[in-house]
């Protein structure tokens, strides 16, 4: 089977403290791409990360670090100092062959930073 | 800056009525998707289309078919809506030169009465 779970519906965080976000998946293929992407209240999707089933190398942008690791197949987000412009729902999501690459989304997690 | 463009970001319709909604790419890619998004359900990808011509079904096709008649866009049609149908639609596309990563478009709001 292949799934992407995202176990934490909701989340609400006071400004400034640090979140993270639980993915995970599951999938036997053993090339794949993991995903994370923001959508924010305008709607559109957007892209953060990508890491692919090869390279487990942790990553850090900014706030934003990624947390992979393929023994718990597990590809966790975490938010350092949140802001209240990181309100938004945030998606998983798994990438697989199949004629071409599709996604597998997990159901999203909507983190809520209070002022 | 490139982009996916849906054409309307919130539409109305009535039961039983034909609809269609318009996605257009300027990235050249050539895979589009399309994916509808439920609270709790996440993103369920409904067709998607690897080549002008090509369609495959998704997930959840009943009640739908696509059209792809150019490379540049991709048109979802609801033949007969229906209220179960009320939701966000989502189209995105991807390429091999992007490694696959999808460009989203902002989404059409569906509500069928």
């Known amino acids: 089977a292949q799934k992407v779970t995202q176990a934490q519906t909701e989340i609400s965080v006071v400004e400034k403290e640090d979140v993270t976000l639980d993915c995970v998946y599951e999938?036997?293929?053993?090339?794949?791409?993991l995903f994370w992407y923001k959508q924010p209240p305008s709607g559109e999707l957007v892209f953060l990360i990508r890491?692919?089933?090869?390279?487990?190398q942790n990553e850090i942008s900014g706030r934003y670090s990624w947390n992979f690791q393929k023994s718990t197949s597990s590809f966790n987000f975490t938010i350092t100092a949140s802001q209240v412009v990181d309100s938004a729902v945030y998606f998983c999501?798994?990438?697989?062959?199949?004629?071409?690459?599709?996604?597998?989304f997990g159901t999203g997690t909507r983190l809520k930073v209070l002022a | 800056d490139v982009k996916v463009t849906q054409s309307s970001r919130y539409l109305v319709k009535r039961t039983g009525e034909k609809v269609f909604l318009e996605c257009v790419q300027d990235?050249?890619?050539?895979?589009m998707f399309w994916y509808r998004q439920d609270p709790g359900l996440g993103l369920r990808l409904i067709y998607f289309?690897?080549?002008?011509?090509?369609?495959e079904k998704g997930d959840i096709p009943e009640g739908y078919s696509v059209s792809r008649e150019k490379k540049e866009r991709f048109s979802l049609i609801l033949e007969s809506a229906s209220t179960n149908q009320t939701s966000m639609y989502l189209c995105?596309?991807?390429?091999?030169?992007?490694?696959?990563?999808?460009?989203f478009g902002s989404g059409t709001r569906l509500t069928v009465v």
């Open positions: 995105a596309s991807s390429s091999i030169r992007t490694i696959y990563g999808y460009t």
């Open positions: 999938t036997r293929d053993t090339t794949y791409y």
């Open positions: 890491r692919n089933s090869f390279d487990e």
């Open positions: 999501a798994l990438s697989l062959y199949s004629g071409t690459y599709k996604y597998i």
């Open positions: 990235m050249d890619h050539e895979n």
């Open positions: 289309s690897y080549d002008v011509k090509m369609k």
